[in-house]
């Protein structure tokens, strides 16, 4: 990771609430069938915490590439990675450049978007971001005509969501199967890398022998958040006093 001199390195010194993982995320993954008849299109019939990021549309600033920033009532839609917001109507309308966006600042929850889709920051310590992200995938019915007679299971195709057309109505009625994935990456602002032992250590490598015997020693679970974040934290400390003895000499 890039140093920076220690009087400007960034510990984010995480709360004991928000070390204890929000309602929802304990499990790490998720499953449900949603049925759809004819009358409604798939992203109504998806439960809300499963179509969207945030709990609900919150008032955040979207900030662009450009530098340029915008504020609204907004969500991500897994569905599709897509910006939601709310206009003065009252309608829920997609913004329209958001392959452009940043970042976004929902009250104190940092989203980033990374290779066209978005991850929560849940710690940071300089350049480099613990984060999570959320990936939901569909396993949309084929359309044939022998579909009737046979089980959903036999006849589904897994696709990654983006690719469906969440918004088509089907004419009759479809089960279809979803999964949604809660997953940590490590970001250092150039790429994502799973947040897995090996990626501590080579972040981490000034004091890797003490990042080691700390996994040992609290037997970390790598798909746990609060494990992830109590390591991150952990790393975070005993890189700032590594380079602080390194500065007094």
């Given at each position: 990771m890039k140093r920076v001199k220690l009087y400007r390195i960034l510990l984010s010194v995480l709360s004991v609430a928000a070390l204890v993982p929000a309602a929802g995320l304990s499990a790490q993954d998720r499953r449900g069938t949603v049925e759809?008849?004819?009358?409604?299109d798939l992203l109504s019939a998806l439960p809300s915490d499963?179509?969207?990021?945030?709990?609900?549309?919150?008032?955040?600033?979207?900030?662009?590439?450009?530098?340029?920033?915008?504020?609204?009532?907004?969500?991500?839609?897994?569905?599709?990675?897509?910006?939601?917001?709310?206009n003065a109507a009252g309608d829920t309308l997609k913004l329209s450049n958001a392959e452009n966006v940043h970042s976004i600042m929902a009250g104190d929850t940092l989203l980033l978007q990374r290779n066209g889709a978005f991850i929560k920051r849940v710690g940071v310590y300089g350049d480099?971001?613990?984060?999570?992200?959320?990936?939901?995938?569909?396993?949309?019915?084929?359309?044939?005509?022998?579909?009737?007679?046979?089980?959903?299971?036999?006849?589904?195709?897994?696709?990654?969501?983006?690719?469906?057309?969440y918004s088509r109505t089907y004419g009759r009625v479809v089960e279809i199967p979803w999964r949604l994935r809660t997953v940590y990456?490590?970001?250092?602002?150039?790429?994502?890398t799973a947040a897995r032992k090996s990626a501590y250590l080579r972040y981490f490598g000034d004091v890797?022998?003490?990042?080691?015997?700390?996994?040992?020693?609290?037997?970390?679970?790598?798909?746990?958040?609060?494990?992830?974040v109590a390591l991150f934290q952990y790393c975070a400390e005993r890189d700032m006093e590594f380079h602080g003895e390194q500065a007094k000499r």
């Open positions: 759809v008849d004819s009358r409604e499963v179509v969207y990021m945030l709990p609900a549309f919150t008032d955040a600033t979207v900030v662009f590439a450009s530098g340029d920033s915008s504020k609204g009532r907004l969500n991500i839609c897994l569905v599709d990675n897509s910006v939601r917001f709310i480099l971001s613990l984060c999570e992200r959320r990936e939901l995938t569909l396993s949309e019915p084929e359309d044939n005509a022998g579909y009737a007679g046979l089980p959903p299971t036999s006849t589904g195709k897994q696709v990654r969501v983006q690719s469906v057309d990456v490590l970001d250092d602002g150039q790429k994502m890797s022998a003490a990042v080691k015997a700390y996994i040992k020693e609290n037997k970390t679970d790598f798909t746990d958040r609060e494990d992830l």
